[in-house]
């Protein structure tokens, strides 16, 4: 199964995340897909950029958003 999730990037105690499709059975910050945008929760207010085309067609495609992943594309308006 396809996942739409968060992977963290960034220092220690400074997180930073890619928006990106994975299998679900990849650890949280291994191999991955695509690459479908960032998320940058320390900036005020924080900061969603997410390319709301690609994410369409994976999610046209049967890819599964994680619950934080869904409320930051409804964000990002999707």
């Given at each position: 199964?396809?996942?739409?999730?968060?992977?963290?990037?960034?220092?220690?105690?400074?997180?930073?995340?890619?928006?990106?499709v994975?299998?679900?059975?990849?650890?949280?910050?291994?191999?991955?897909?695509?690459?479908?945008?960032?998320?940058?929760?320390?900036?005020?207010?924080?900061?969603?950029?997410?390319?709301?085309?690609?994410?369409?067609?994976?999610?046209?495609?049967?890819?599964?958003?994680?619950?934080?992943?869904?409320?930051?594309?409804?964000?990002?308006?999707?």
């Amino acid at each position: 199964m396809v996942k739409i999730r968060l992977t963290r990037l960034g220092a220690h105690k400074r997180p930073f995340y890619r928006v990106v499709v994975a299998d679900s059975r990849a650890r949280r910050d291994g191999p991955f897909i695509e690459i479908l945008g960032t998320y940058d929760p320390l900036k005020e207010p924080s900061e969603i950029k997410i390319d709301l085309e690609k994410a369409k067609t994976w999610l046209q495609h049967g890819a599964q958003p994680t619950d934080k992943v869904k409320k930051l594309m409804q964000r990002a308006g999707l």
